[in-house]
C-alpha cells in the first residue's frame, strides 16, 4: 500500500436553519477523507447536496468512496492525475471525487511546507470580502437574520435567497426588509432556479432600482435555453450556479451569462475549479466561489483559489455549532486562508 485512507462521517447543525428556494436545511452529515503517506496527513471533505433531480447523498458518497478506496491506496499522492482519471473514470459523485482531490492538495501543501495559495503564487491581499446568507423567510425573520449576522462579525455583504414558494410579491416584502434593515451594505440575490422568464425578468429590473449587484440563478437547471431572454432584459450580471458543475458546462452558456458560481462540491474538488476558473476567463466572464453545507474544512479549501473571485460566498461554516475543523478566519468582512502548509485546517482538539 503506497498511500493510507480513512474517512469518517459527521453530523454538522445549523445555528439558524436556511430555507432556499427548493426546501429547509437544518443539519448535514458530512465526510472527511484522511489520507497519509511519507508520514504527511491530507484532509478533504464531501458534503451533501441536491440540484433538481440530480442528489449526493450522504450515503451515496461514502458507499462510493468505500468502493474505490482499495485501489486509491495503490497510488502515491504525487500521482495526482492519474487519481483523477480513476475517479472519473468509476464515475464517482463529484462530492466523493471533491474530498479526495482536496486531500491530495492538502498532501501536497504540507509535503513542500507551503499554503496552497502561495504554491500557487497568488495574493493573499487580493480577497475580496465574503457575502453571508439570509434564507428564505418572513420580513422579520429576515430582519432578526440581519441583525445577528451584523452581531457576529463585521459583514460587508448580504445575500439574499428568492423564489418564494409565496411568489414574487413575498420575494419583494422579504428583500425590502433586508434593505431597510441593512441599508449600507451590499445587496446579492439568488433565486435557486425558483422563477420563471416573467418573474425574472420583472425581479431583475426592481432588483436593479433597489441597487443589488448581481442575481443569481433565476430559473432552474434545464432551462438554460431561456436565460438569454432574461439576459437580454435584466439590468444586472446573471450568474449561474445549479447550471454549471464542470468546465464543459460553461460554453453552451456563454451568451447567456454574466458569470458562475464555483463550489467544490459540484466541480469535484480544486483541480477542475481551477478549470472552471480559466475557462470562464477565457469567456470573458466573471467568477464566485459558493458553497454548500460545508464545514471549515471544504470552504479553506475553496478559499486557497479566492484571490481568483470577484465574488466570494463561503458562509456555510460561520452558521455552524459544531464545526470540527479550524482555519479560515474572518477579519473586517474578509475570510482569510492561514499561512500553514497545504489548506491550513486543523481539526478542533475537542472532536477527535
Ligand atoms: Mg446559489
Known sequence: ????????TFTVNKRFPLTISRGITTHTENIWVKIEADGIEGWGEASPFGVGNHRQSTAMIQNSLQQIIPTLQSFHPLQHEQIEQALL??????SAIAAVDMALYDWLGKKVGLPLWQMWGLNRNAIAPISVTIGISSPETARERVRNWLQFAD???????LGSPDGITADRIMVQAVRE???????????????????????????????????????????????????????????????????????????????????????GGLTEAIRIV???????????????????????????LSPLADYLDLDSHLNLIDDPFTGATLEQGILLPTHLPGLGVEQRASVT
Open 1 to 8: 500500500m503506497t498511500m493510507h485512507i480513512d474517512m469518517e
Open 89 to 94: 473514470r468509476a464515475k464517482l459523485p463529484s
Open 155 to 161: 459583514i460587508k455583504i448580504l445575500k439574499v435567497k
Open 181 to 267: 434593515e441593512a441599508p449600507t451594505l451590499e445587496l446579492y440575490v439568488d433565486a435557486n432556479g425558483g422563477w420563471n422568464v416573467e418573474d425574472a425578468i420583472f425581479m431583475c429590473r426592481w432588483l436593479a432600482d433597489l441597487g443589488v449587484k448581481y442575481v443569481e440563478q433565476p430559473l432552474s437547471r434545464g432551462e438554460e435555453q431561456n436565460l438569454n431572454q432574461v439576459k437580454k432584459s435584466s439590468p444586472l450580471p446573471i450568474f449561474v450556479d445549479e447550471s454549471c458543475f464542470r468546465s464543459q458546462d460553461i460554453s453552451p452558456l456563454v451568451n447567456y451569462i454574466d458569470g458562475v458560481n464555483i463550489k467544490l462540491m459540484k466541480s
Open 278 to 304: 480559466h475557462t470562464a476567463r477565457a469567456h470573458g466572464l466573471q467568477v464566485m466561489f459558493g458553497c454548500y453545507s460545508d464545514s471549515t474544512l471544504a470552504n479553506t479549501a475553496a478559499l486557497q
